[in-house]
């Protein structure tokens, strides 16, 4: 296993929509525990794979965290199959949008299909965190980013943070 750096904005890789999965094989499951060791070293709770320049339909996410053990849980080419009408806004924040944190509303409730780290097909009903958590990261598989869904002002704010943030850490 190893820690893989992080991806930050503006990355043009981050805007890649990444590929299906095709098998889930010994190659995908080490890939996959990259991703967590990575996820576990940047203090994050969600992370998909393009976040660590791979562009598969791959997220490992561990909201347990808090509690000190490990359980890391990967999906692979997870599909919403079923979203509430009902919104829930949660402040959200990204390992690739550093220093960054805003207030994001999708739907509540979600039913979501994937397969697990043994290939096994899984559905799941989620939410409060789960739900939003599972939402945030596939978006990174369809190349969109948290602050895609604020307002252009407030995103070229944030854009500008970072840049600001990323130019004083070259510097400093
Ligand atoms: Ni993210």
Redesign the pocket.
Known sequence: MAVRPILTAPDPRLKAVSTEVETVDEALRALIDDMAESMYAADGIGLAAIQIGVPKRVIVMDLDQKSGKKNPRAFVNPRIVWASEETATFEEG???VPEIWEDVARPAHIRAEYLDREGVQQSLEADGLLATCLQ??MD?LEGVL?IDHISKLKRSMALRKLAKAKRLKETG
Request: hydrophobic share 30%.
């Open positions: 990204c390992l690739s945030h990261e990174h948290f």
